[in-house]
C-alpha cells in the first residue's frame, strides 16, 4: 500500500511536469471563459425576456456535460502513454528494479492518472458552478457532487485504455476505448429519448419494449452522466435495466483492473 | 550461503532459445562474472534474475527468494546496460526515488544520496536534468542508484560502457571495495580484462549455453589469459 501510495505521488508529479497538460488544462479554461460570456447575456424569447436563473440552469448543466466529455478524452490522452512512456524513458526499470509488485506499480500509477484528471474536471466543474452562482445567483447544490459521481466514469476511461495499450498501438488503444463510448452513448441515449416523457405521451408502446441484453449488460458510461443529470435537476431517474450504472460501472472497472494486472504480470520489462 | 541459484533455467522467445538450461549458483561474497558475444543470453540471464522476464522452464531464487517475489530484490542493486533516467528527473531526484523504494528514511536521503555521488564522483552534477547527462554520466549516476542502501547483491549489466578510461578504473575500484566489504558480484560483461581483474568465478555463456563455470584460475590454464579461454570455448562451439 504504501509502494502504491508513493507512485500515486510520482505519477502526479511526473504528469504535471508535461506541458501538454498545461495547454489542455489552459484550452479548458479559455472554453470556460468563453462560456461566461452566456451568463451576462439578455435573452428574449416572442418579445418576452426570459429569466436569467433559467439560462444559468441550462448552460449550466450543458456545460456539466461538455466538460465531463472532454475530461474522457483527454483522461484517454493522458493514459494511453501511461505505460509506454515508463518504458521508453526508464520510469519502469526504475519502480520494478526495487521491491515493487508489478500490480502496486500499475494501481499506483492508474491511481495517480484518475486523481489527476478528478481534480482537473472537479476544479472546471466548481469554475463554472461559481460563475453561475456570482453571476446570476443560481446555486446548483448538487453540482460538485454530480462532478464527483461523473469521475467514475474518468477511472472507467483510463483502466479501459491502460488495457488496450498493453495490446496495441496507444493512439488505437484511446481511439478504441472513445469508440466503446460512443456506442454506449448512441445506445443509452437513444433509451433515454425514449423514455423521455414526450416520447412516452406520443408512444407508450414504445416505452415498454425491453432493451436487447448486451445494451442492458454494457458500459453504463452514458447512463452515469445521466444519473449525475437527474442529481442536477433534482429529478427521477429512469435506468435501463435494473444494475445501477454505478455497480455496471464498477463491475467493469473491476473486471478491466483485474485483467490490466493479470496482463502486466506477464508482460516484458 | 548461496545467494543466486539458477536450476536448470531454460528462456525461450519462440522459436529461439536465449538461454538453454543454465545452472549455477554464487555464493555470498563471491565476484562472477557472467561472459560471452554478444547474443549470448547474458542479458537476459540478468532480466530474468530481476523478475523483467520470465523463465520458460526452471527456477531462479535470490537469497533464497524466488526471482519472482519482488522482495528477493531488497537488496540488490543493478545497473542497466544501456541505462535510461527519465529526462525530467535531475540526478538527485532520481536517487531520491531509488531511496524511497529501498526504504531509506526521509531525513538520511540527503546524506545517503550525497554519499553515493561522492562515490561515483558525481557530486555537484545531482542538481542538473538528466537530458543534459553524458552517457558516462549516466552510467555513473546508474551506479549510484545501485550502492543506495548497502546493497547485498550487486547486478551490474556491461557497466563500463561508455565510460571514459577514468571512468572504467573508478567503476573497477568501486568493485573492488565493494568485493572487500564483502557485497556480492555479478558483472555481466564482454570485456574479458576487466572481468578478470574484477572478479574471482566467471562463467562463460555461448549461444544460451553456459559452457563452463569455474574460478577464475581453475578456468585460465598456464599462460593463458581470460581472453584465450574465451576464445577457446567460442572455437569449441563454432
Not at chain 1, 456506442?183 to 425491453?210: N, W
Not at chain 2, 533464497?64 to 543493478?78: A, E, F, I, M
Request: include cysteine.
Amino acid at each position: 500500500m504504501k509502494h502504491v501510495l508513493k507512485i500515486t505521488a510520482y505519477t502526479l508529479r511526473d504528469q504535471l511536469r508535461h506541458k501538454s497538460v498545461y495547454v489542455l488544462f489552459g484550452i479548458s479554461i479559455l472554453f470556460i471563459l468563453l462560456i461566461r460570456g452566456c451568463y451576462d447575456g439578455r435573452y428574449t424569447v416572442n418579445g418576452r425576456m426570459v429569466d436569467n436563473q433559467a439560462i444559468a440552469w441550462h448552460v449550466s448543466k450543458t456545460v456539466f456535460h461538455l466538460i465531463a466529455g472532454g475530461m474522457y478524452l483527454m483522461a484517454a490522452m493522458i493514459s494511453m502513454k501511461l505505460f509506454s512512456r515508463d518504458r521508453e524513458d526508464g520510469s519502469m526499470v526504475l519502480f520494478l528494479s526495487r521491491s515493487v509488485f508489478r500490480r502496486e506499480y500499475v494501481l499506483g500509477r492508474v491511481t495517480g492518472t484518475w486523481l489527476l484528471c478528478l481534480v482537473f474536471m472537479l476544479l472546471l466543474h466548481l469554475t463554472i458552478f461559481l460563475t453561475a452562482w456570482s453571476k446570476t445567483g443560481t446555486f446548483i447544490p448538487a453540482y460538485p457532487v454530480a462532478s464527483l459521481v461523473v469521475s467514475i466514469n474518468l477511472l472507467f476511461v483510463i483502466a479501459c485504455v491502460s488495457l488496450l495499450s498493453l495490446f496495441m498501438p496507444d493512439f488505437i488503444s484511446a481511439m478504441f476505448t472513445m469508440g466503446i463510448l460512443l456506442i454506449g452513448f448512441i445506445s443509452d441515449g437513444g433509451h433515454r429519448i425514449l423514455t423521455s416523457d414526450l416520447v412516452r405521451a406520443a408512444a407508450p408502446s414504445m416505452v415498454d419494449s425491453e432493451p436487447a441484453l448486451w445494451r442492458m449488460l454494457y458500459p453504463k458510461v452514458f447512463m452515469v452522466q445521466a444519473y449525475a443529470d437527474s442529481l442536477l435537476s433534482n429529478s427521477p431517474f429512469h435506468n435501463m435495466g435494473s444494475v445501477h450504472p454505478i455497480l455496471n460501472i464498477a463491475i467493469f472497472i473491476l473486471l478491466i483492473m483485474v485483467s490490466v494486472l493479470a496482463a502486466f504480470d506477464r508482460k516484458e520489462i | 550461503m548461496k545467494m543466486v541459484k539458477l536450476e536448470a533455467v531454460t528462456k525461450k522467445f519462440g522459436a529461439f532459445t536465449a538461454v538453454d538450461h543454465a545452472s549455477y549458483t554464487i555464493e555470498k561474497g563471491e565476484a562472477f562474472a557472467l561472459l560471452g558475444p554478444n547474443g549470448a543470453g547474458k542479458t537476459t540471464i540478468v532480466r530474468m534474475l530481476l523478475d523483467f522476464v520470465k523463465p520458460s522452464s526452471g527456477r531462479i531464487t535470490i537469497a533464497g527468494l524466488p526471482s519472482s517475489d519482488p522482495c528477493s530484490r531488497r537488496q540488490v542493486g543493478y545497473v542497466a546496460e544501456q541505462l535510461l533516467i527519465p529526462p525530467y528527473l535531475s540526478g538527485f531526484e532520481y536517487l531520491s526515488r531509488h531511496a524511497a523504494f529501498i526504504g531509506i528514511p526521509g531525513k538520511e536521503v540527503k546524506k545517503n544520496v550525497d554519499r553515493v555521488l561522492e562515490t561515483v564522483s558525481m557530486k555537484g552534477e545531482e542538481g542538473r536534468r538528466s537530458a543534459e547527462y553524458s552517457k558516462g554520466m549516466r552510467q555513473r549516476m546508474g551506479l549510484a542508484s545501485a550502492l543506495l542502501g548497502d546493497p547485498a547483491l550487486l547486478i551490474l549489466d556491461e557497466p563500463t560502457i561508455g565510460l571514459d578510461p577514468i571512468g572504467i578504473r573508478d567503476v573497477r575500484n568501486i568493485l573492488e571495495h565493494l568485493h572487500d566489504q564483502g557485497v556480492t558480484v555479478i558483472l555481466n560483461s564482454h570485456m574479458l580484462s576487466e572481468a578478470e581483474r574484477t572478479c574471482e568465478t566467471a562463467a562463460i555463456m555461448v549461444k544460451g549455453k553456459i559452457l563452463v563455470k569455474d574460478a577464475v584460475n581453475a578456468i585460465v590454464k598456464d599462460h593463458e589469459t581470460l581472453e584465450d579461454v574465451f576464445f577457446r570455448y567460442l572455437g569449441q562451439v563454432k
